[in-house]
C-alpha cells in the first residue's frame, strides 16, 4: 500500500458529502456525478466491507472506491492531484474483496467498471488490472452519455386517458415503486431499503420523483431527476436515474412523456442542461431519449473482470 495514504472503510452513513465533492473536483473524469447520491443510496453503501476511502495524512479524501453489488460495477473517483500509483492500488484492493465476498451476499461472478473513451490512464489502469473491454465481439456493450439542452426541445406526448403523471407518494409508495422497479429491469437487487435511502439523500426533490400511474392508479412508469451544482459542463446540469416503464404499457408514449416532464422541472429548478447515461447497443431507451431531445455527448466503455469461469470454477 502507498505510505501517503491511509484506507478508511465506510458504512455509507459517513463522509458522503466528502465523496459527492471529491468527484465534483473534476467532474469530467467521472462518469458517475449528478447522480452520484442515487448510488450512495445502495445497499452496496451499508456494507464497510465493499467500500474503502484513500485520506492523506493531513485528512483529505484523495481517493473512494465501492464495489456496487446491485450493480455488478467498480465505483471509484481519484483526486485530479493524487498520484497515477493511487489508481493501481484501488484496483488491487477491489481484486482481493471481490476475491474475498465471491461466495457471499455481495459476490458477483464478474465486475465491470466504466471509463469515458479519452481516459486513457484510467483505461490503461483498468487493462493493467485485468480488466477487459466489452465494446467489440458478438456481445459487445458499451455505452453513451446523452445531453439535453434547451435549444433541443422533444414534442410533447399525451397521456393515455385515465392516465396521470404525479411525484411518488413518498415513503407509502416506495413498496409499489421497488415491485415496478424489479419488474422492469427483471431484477431484485433494488430493495425497500435502497429506495428509502434515496428519499433521505440531501439532493433528493420530491419534485423530481416522477411516476405515471394507470386507471387503476396502479404505478405504470417512474423517472428520477437528479440536480447538481457542478454536472460536466462545470454548471448547473440534471440528469436522469432512472427511469423504466411496465411491459404493458410500452409502446404508449409514457416513457417519452415521463422524461420530457422530468426533463421541464430539471430546467425550471434552474439546470442549464440535463445528461441521461443510456446502453448503446440494442437498447430501446435510446431513440426514447432521442426523440425528447438528447444527443450523444460523450462514449462510455464498458470493461469486465471475471471470477467464475463458464463451468462455475472460481479464477
Request: aromatic share 10%; hydrophobic share 40%.
Amino acid at each position: 500500500m502507498s505510505t501517503n495514504y491511509r484506507q478508511l472503510s465506510s458504512d455509507g452513513s459517513t463522509a458522503q458529502q466528502q465523496i459527492l465533492g471529491l468527484v465534483q473536483e473534476s467532474p469530467q473524469d467521472n462518469v458517475h456525478v449528478v447522480d452520484l447520491p442515487y448510488r450512495l443510496s445502495s445497499w452496496a453503501w451499508t456494507s464497510s466491507a465493499q467500500t474503502r476511502q484513500w485520506v492523506t495524512p493531513e485528512g483529505d479524501l484523495h481517493a473512494w472506491a465501492c464495489l456496487q453489488t446491485p450493480f455488478w460495477s467498480l465505483d471509484l473517483a481519484v483526486h485530479p492531484d493524487a498520484p497515477p500509483m493511487l489508481t493501481g492500488e484501488i484496483l488491487a484492493w477491489a481484486d482481493a474483496q471481490a476475491r474475498a465476498v465471491l461466495s457471499t451476499e455481495y459476490g458477483r461472478p464478474m465486475w465491470f467498471a466504466f471509463a469515458f473513451s479519452d481516459q486513457h490512464q484510467l483505461i490503461a489502469a483498468l487493462e493493467a488490472a485485468g480488466y477487459e473491454s466489452q465494446a467489440d465481439g458478438a456481445d459487445a456493450w458499451s455505452m453513451v452519455l446523452m445531453r439535453h439542452t434547451p435549444a433541443l426541445p422533444g414534442p410533447p406526448v399525451e397521456l393515455p386517458p385515465g392516465f396521470t403523471l404525479r411525484p411518488l407518494g413518498g415513503l407509502s409508495e416506495v413498496g409499489a415503486y421497488v415491485d415496478l422497479h424489479r419488474r422492469v429491469f427483471n431484477s431484485d437487487s433494488m430493495t425497500e431499503g435502497w429506495r428509502a435511502a434515496v428519499l433521505r439523500q440531501p439532493a433528493y426533490d420530491a419534485d423530481l420523483d416522477l411516476v405515471i400511474a394507470d386507471p387503476d392508479d396502479e404505478l405504470a412508469a417512474f423517472c428520477i431527476g437528479w440536480l447538481g451544482p457542478n454536472g460536466w459542463d462545470n454548471q448547473p446540469s440534471g440528469q436522469i436515474e432512472p427511469l423504466g416503464v411496465a411491459d404493458r404499457y410500452r409502446g404508449q408514449g409514457l416513457g417519452r412523456t415521463i422524461a420530457g416532464e422530468c426533463v421541464r422541472r430539471l430546467y425550471a429548478k434552474g439546470a442549464l442542461d440535463v445528461y441521461v447515461e443510456t446502453d448503446l447497443d440494442r437498447n430501446a431507451a435510446l431513440p426514447l431519449y432521442e426523440a425528447v431531445g438528447f444527443r450523444a455527448e460523450r462514449s462510455v466503455l464498458v470493461f469486465r473482470k471475471t471470477y467464475v469461469s463458464s463451468a462455475g470454477d472460481e479464477l
